[in-house]
């Protein structure tokens, strides 16, 4: 897997992008399934950094949608989203997770979810922005215990 990334990654400094999604083709038919979730993973991340903001979030999108328990893969979306200045657009994936009511997330995780969100407003938000974490919370334990 690490010579298929630093690979990709060769191509995408270098500008080549359509040559590192063929090769990202190459590599997920030889690669073991897996390994497949990390590889996308890290092509996204890739993406973020010296392609395009649209492709990354395709990807990860995609990753997501396949693999919506993986808050792993959310919270690298989300700190990559932030990296780029697009913090409006992290809450957004954040809230969408939260709120979410057919979302498998245990209590556990979406504990997690509301301390990554509730440090990111503190970081970056404002006052209103936290209670609104607060509230959001709120109403997933209001929906956990009817």
């Known amino acids: 897997k690490k010579v298929w990334v630093v690979h990709l990654s060769y191509l995408l400094k270098q500008?080549?992008?359509?040559?590192?999604h063929a090769l990202l083709k190459r590599a997920l038919t030889s690669l073991p399934s897996y390994k497949h979730i990390e590889t996308m993973s890290k092509l996204a991340q890739l993406e973020f950094e010296f392609g395009s903001i649209e492709r990354a979030r395709t990807v990860f999108s995609g990753v997501l949608a396949k693999y919506p328990k993986r808050l792993d893969l959310l919270f690298v979306f989300?700190?990559?989203?932030?990296?780029?200045?697009?913090?409006?657009?992290?809450?957004?994936?954040?809230?969408?997770?939260?709120?979410?009511?057919?979302?498998?997330?245990?209590?556990?995780?979406?504990k997690k979810l509301f301390r990554k969100w509730m440090k990111i407003e503190e970081e970056h938000g404002s006052k209103e922005q936290q209670e609104e974490v607060k509230d959001v919370a709120r109403s997933y334990v209001e929906r956990r215990n009817e």
Do not use: C, F, W, Y
Request: charged share 40%.
């Open 15 to 20: 500008g080549r992008h359509q040559e590192a």
């Open 78 to 110: 989300v700190d990559k989203e932030i990296k780029a200045g697009e913090i409006d657009v992290a809450r957004s994936h954040l809230r969408k997770t939260a709120e979410n009511p057919s979302n498998k997330l245990q209590d556990k995780q979406m």
